[in-house]
């Protein structure tokens, strides 16, 4: 596509509940990030893709998060058992290649409210 | 660890004043790239410049301009002659060179009344 794209743009969900998130980079960029900003913390990165290796998951904040790329393109990122903590907008972002300082290019962002 | 303080949380200023936003960073590499992001209210982040570490040339583009000063740790981001459409609110970013996460400042939201 055109620019990068996630869904849904906006989600409400009860506190407890499983989310997933997606997001649909630009085509043919190899690497692919997911950035939390929240009132609080800001903009915090929590994982990224590169090819085929081994996702960096350092930023991801507690083991009820997770995220998976299929087939190097697509990737979701799941929160388990939201709490109200994890409200935030969620953002994806995807650049030709990781290292060098290569631009992103950033998605509009997943609103995730936890009520 | 890496570390990017923008002081400034709000600038207001009348159409047509000049602004400029601070950055200062902290890093323990020698090889590093710097950013200015815009987020406008759509909420997407749009790229506006990238500077590597041995780079300290001043950049202009258009009513933009960049300044990095190594000596003083610092990136500054200048509109001139501001408009309305430049209400947003700005991040200034590091990223390592090896890898692209980027560090995020706070960000300096500015607002331009006509």
Redesign the interface.
């Known amino acids: 596509g055109a620019g990068v794209s996630q869904s849904p743009s906006n989600k409400v969900t009860e506190k407890g509940k499983d989310v997933e998130l997606r997001c649909d980079p630009i085509s043919g960029h190899t ?1 692919l ?1 997911w ?1 939390r900003q929240s009132l609080g913390q ?4 929590l994982i ?1 893709f590169q090819g085929n290796s081994a996702p ?1 998951k ?2 991801l904040p507690s083991d009820r998060f997770s995220a998976e790329r299929t087939g190097g393109s697509v990737s979701t990122l799941t929160i388990q058992r939201t709490q109200q903590e994890d409200s935030a ?1 969620y ?1 994806c ?1 995807s ?1 030709l290649k ?12 997943t609103r995730l409210t936890v009520v | 660890a890496q570390k990017v303080t923008q002081a400034q949380t709000e600038i207001s200023v009348v159409e047509k004043e000049d602004v400029t936003l601070d950055c200062v960073y902290e890093t323990r590499d020698t090889t590093y790239y710097l950013f200015w992001y815009k987020q406008p209210p759509s909420g997407e982040l749009v790229f506006l410049i990238r500077r590597n570490s041995f780079d300290e040339q001043n950049e202009i583009s258009g009513r933009y301009s960049w300044n990095f000063q190594k000596s003083t740790s610092s990136f500054n981001f200048t509109i001139t002659a501001s408009q309305v459409v430049d209400s947003a609110v700005y991040f200034c970013a590091l990223a390592k060179a090896a890898g692209n996460k980027l560090t995020f400042g706070g960000g300096t939201r500015v607002l331009v009344k006509p």
């Not at chain 1, 990781?98 to 962002?109: C, L, P, R």
Request: net charge negative.
């Open positions: 690497a990030y950035y800001g903009l915090e990165f990224y960096d350092s930023g907008v953002l972002a650049s990781v290292g060098g300082g290569t631009e992103a290019f950033f998605g509009q962002g």
